[in-house]
């Protein structure tokens, strides 16, 4: 965990999650949403899967070049293959199977329902609103964390403010109170501190776990 900034007031605060590699750790299934995607771009192509992911590998790591090393989105990726943002948002629908690698995660609702307690909870995510639903209904925490900001409802991929902005309002909290949590410092954490936000990256879930006693150790729960 890296702690980048924490708000200086905290009278009406909200934390906003990142959701895929943040509230949940799963390798296989982070895989199968980079894989899915593009194995529908190659059908689409007339091309191997091996022939697309080395295409798209090799533009992701060619914009990463020119742009100081930052990454880009697969959705922003997937653009510049053609792919438009409804498709992408059709695709995700479609592929991708959270009830098929996730599990109720008990410590992360309790760590959720102790935070709801003093922060407004937030999700911003690179997915859809309904995959989001999905995945934190499996992971038994979807009751805490109803307010969600996705692809489908800015119609933009992170980093974006307008994802950070819409999260704000949905919270009713002022951006200088916001914490943005998540585990890709470009997409999640950048941007936000940039706009006056807190931002915590994380490793993975367990980083999350701790927030708690980071709040308490700081007296703000
Ligand atoms: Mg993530």
Known sequence: MKIYKLPAEYSNPAILFDMDNTLYTHDEYAKTQIDLPVKRLAQLKGKTFEQMNDEVSQYRKK??????????????????????????????DELFRPEDYLAPDNQLRCVLK????????????????????????????????????????????????????????????????????????DIDIALPLEMGMGGILVDNVEDVYKLPDLFASGNVI
Not at 68 to 88: D, I, K, P, R, Y
Not at 149 to 159: A, Q
């Open 63 to 92: 914009w990463a070049e020119d742009h100081g090393g930052q990454t880009v989105s697969l959705s922003n990726a997937l653009l510049a293959f053609g792919v438009s943002m409804e498709e992408n948002i059709r695709w995700r």
């Open 114 to 185: 102790v935070l709801e307690s003093r922060f407004c909870l937030a999700v911003v995510t690179n997915n859809t609103v309904s995959v989001a639903v999905r995945t934190l209904s499996v992971l038994g925490v979807h009751g805490l964390l109803e307010k969600i900001v996705g692809l489908d409802t800015v119609k933009l991929s992170k980093p974006d403010k307008i994802h950070f902005l819409k999260a704000a309002e949905l919270c009713g909290t002022p951006v200088q109170q916001c914490i943005s949590v998540g585990d890709r410092y």
